[in-house]
């Protein structure tokens, strides 16, 4: 099927029914803060951001939206007034509140299932460059993003975009996710001016790509000297509209971007349903499906944590996720490796493993005569690299046998990395 032609034929986008509900919840809420801000006389003043007031949101179990205090710059902490502000707003009702920290504390509201709140304190700049945090141009970002949508249908491509690479598993700047930002994936639309052709300029690409679309820089030189050497690593620069220094796609990893690629080269060829439905529950699936078809021995591990959820909680999991997966390929060969963060403080890691023949099993220096005697008559076949000797030892047999000694003898350095307790999960 031509690809336009089913584009067309998605329904990816809220009901009119449901943004009406959803924007009376915002507003009530928007009421309550300013009612707090008054109270307490904080100078500051509270706005939907995010998808929400860009038109963007799509289609999902639980809708976030965004909603800013702007605080005034004559503040040099705002985080004890956020916290007055949201006591004084919530007081009396049963709303689920949560404060997580971060380069800036902020906060969490639940009222029910299907709606998350996150209040987030960010500081009133006339200028991008006197940003003190990157919230801090939030407030930029909804402007731009939504005078360039205007009155066009790119708030739907938008939208596509954002499905496509929450399928993919490549959507969020967290950093443990490396992915497609949310105003980044905003600002490739706008540029590319449709979710079709972005996947077509993208999806063969070679080398590193750089999008200046607001033409910041007047040659690629300028670049390299204005814009810090950590934001120009990766495998695409999008320098953003709203200030050149910053890069929006600074935390997508090269590996996201080619998984992004793969997806979008088999949809472009064979379009279908599936690339906009699932995510890391459909990456698990396949993953399980791929190991019984290869007859391949799959492990599926469940991480912990006692570390603050969010962020800081995933990234720790998937650190020990990592290691495992290191160590494991000491013995294994890693077929393939999913880490599937569940949120609060727990992430599942899977594994599919591939027995390894032999293993290198290192010896003494070639100098240690007595030593490597006794090595070279321990084992049948013994080489010499590098002045030092090595010998082939066979593999084991199972991972799932392997794990438990694996745990045990790294035990230390897990739980050094945040991960308080791994179960081994034995119905794969």
Not at 56 to 79: G, H
Not at 182 to 206: N, P, Q, W
Request: hydrophobic share 40%.
């Amino acid at each position: 099927m031509e690809v336009k032609k089913f584009l067309s034929g998605l329904d990816v986008e809220i009901s009119k029914a449901e943004k009406k509900d959803l924007q009376s919840q915002a507003n009530k809420v928007l009421a309550q803060l300013a009612s707090a801000i008054k109270k307490h006389k904080i100078k500051a003043q509270a706005f939907i951001g995010g998808s929400m007031a860009k038109g963007t949101l799509a289609q999902s179990a639980e809708k976030d939206i965004d909603v800013f205090i702007r605080f005034d710059k004559s503040y040099a902490n705002v985080v004890p007034y956020l916290d007055k502000i949201v006591k004084e707003a919530f007081k009396g009702q049963k709303a689920q509140i949560t404060k997580l920290h971060g380069s800036r504390d902020y906060f969490q509201v639940r009222f029910g299932p299907g709606v998350l709140f996150e209040l987030v304190p960010v500081i009133k700049i006339s200028s991008p460059k006197d940003a003190r945090n990157v919230t801090d141009l939030s407030y930029f970002h909804v402007g731009y993003v939504k005078k360039k949508i205007g009155k066009t249908k790119l708030a739907r491509e938008i939208i596509l975009m954002k499905l496509f690479c929450k399928s993919q598993g490549v959507y969020g700047a967290e950093s443990y996710i490396q992915g497609f930002s949310g105003y980044g994936v905003e600002c490739l639309i706008l540029h590319f001016r449709s979710f079709e052709k972005l996947l077509k300029a993208l999806a063969d690409v070679k080398g590193q790509v750089v999008i200046d679309t607001e033409k910041r820089y007047t040659q690629p030189a300028s670049l390299v000297m204005e814009m810090n050497e950590s934001k120009r690593q990766g495998p695409i620069i999008f320098v953003d509209p709203t200030w050149k220094e910053r890069n929006v796609l600074a935390a997508l990893s090269q590996e996201n971007f080619e998984r992004f690629q793969k997806a979008a080269k088999a949809f472009l060829k064979h379009p279908s349903k599936k690339f906009f439905e699932g995510g890391k529950e459909k990456e698990v699936e396949e993953t399980v499906a791929y190991a019984k078809k290869a007859h391949l021995e799959v492990i599926h591990l469940s991480l912990s944590t006692d570390r603050q959820s969010g962020d800081i909680a995933a990234t720790k999991l998937r650190r020990a996720h990592q290691f495992l997966s290191q160590e494991l390929a000491k013995m294994f060969i890693i077929e393939r490796a999913v880490f599937w963060y569940t949120g609060e403080q727990t992430a599942h890691s899977y594994f599919v493993v591939k027995q390894k023949e032999f293993i290198p099993c290192k010896g003494p220096p070639v100098q240690f005569a007595d030593h490597a005697a006794a090595f070279r008559k321990e084992h049948k076949h013994v080489e010499v690299r590098e002045g030092w000797l090595y010998a082939q030892k066979p593999a084991p047999k199972s991972a799932r046998a392997y794990l438990p000694l694996l745990l045990k003898a790294e035990d230390v350095k897990l739980r050094a990395m945040g991960a308080t307790s791994i179960q081994i999960h034995h119905n794969n």
